[in-house]
C-alpha cells in the first residue's frame, strides 16, 4: 500500500519533469527568436511572449546578444536544476534516504542555484546600466531570491550528508 508520502513524491517528481520542460521549451524559443532577429531586428520586438528587446538591438547588437545569452544561460541553469530535482525524486526511498547520491545531488543541486543566482545579478546589473544609456527602456529586473534557495538547498544537503554518515555508523556497530 502506498502511503501518501510516496504519492506527494510522485506528483513532485511529475511537477518537476514539466518545469524541466516548460524551461526548455522556453529557451529554445528565445533561441529561435533570437536567431530570427539577426537578421530582422524587428523580431526584437517580441522576443518571446511579449518581450522586447528592440530599444537594446538598435542600441548595440553586442549588448542585445549578451542580453539574450544571458537570459537563455539563466533558462538552462533553472532547467538543469529541475533535472537534477527529478533525480533526486526518483532515487530516493522513504525506507533509505539518506543515500550519498541524494547528498551529493542535492549539493549540486545549491551550487547550480547560487550560479543562477550570480547569472541574474550580472543580467540586472546589465539591464540596470542599459536603462541609464537608452532613454525609454524597460528595466527587466530578475528577482534575486536564488541565493536564499541556494542557502537551504545547501544546508539540506549538509543534513543528507550527515544522515549517510550517522547511517553507515550506525550498520557498522549492528
Known amino acids: 500500500m502506498r502511503t501518501k ?23 529554445g524559443a528565445i533561441v ?17 511572449m511579449g518581450l522586447n528587446f528592440y ?6 547588437f553586442w549588448h542585445y546578444t549578451g542580453t539574450v545569452i544571458l537570459m537563455i544561460a539563466l533558462l538552462l541553469l533553472e532547467a538543469y536544476t ?7 525524486l526518483s532515487t530516493i526511498k522513504l525506507t533509505n534516504p539518506f543515500t550519498i547520491e541524494v547528498s551529493r545531488t542535492l549539493e549540486k543541486i545549491s ?12 543580467f540586472n546589473a546589465h539591464a540596470t546600466w542599459l536603462s541609464k544609456k537608452i ?4 528595466e527587466n529586473l ?10 537551504v538547498v545547501f544546508v539540506i544537503a549538509q543534513v543528507f550528508k550527515k544522515g549517510v ?10
Not at 539577426?38 to 518571446?48: F, H, M, Q
Not at 530578475?142 to 542557502?151: K, R, Y
Open 135 to 138: 532613454a525609454g527602456l524597460q
Open 55 to 60: 530599444p537594446i538591438r538598435q542600441f548595440d
Open 111 to 122: 551550487y547550480i542555484i547560487l550560479l543562477a543566482w550570480v547569472a541574474a545579478m550580472v
Open 82 to 88: 529541475a533535472f537534477l530535482v527529478t533525480r533526486v
Open 165 to 174: 554518515e550517522i547511517q553507515s555508523e550506525n550498520e557498522l556497530t549492528v
Open 32 to 48: 529561435i527568436s533570437y536567431s530570427v532577429s539577426i537578421g530582422n531586428p524587428e523580431g526584437a520586438k517580441n522576443l518571446y
Open 142 to 151: 530578475i528577482s534575486g531570491e536564488f541565493i536564499l534557495l541556494a542557502g
Open 5 to 27: 508520502t510516496d504519492v506527494i513524491l510522485k506528483v513532485m517528481n511529475v511537477l518537476a519533469w514539466l518545469a524541466f520542460a516548460g524551461l526548455v521549451v522556453k529557451a
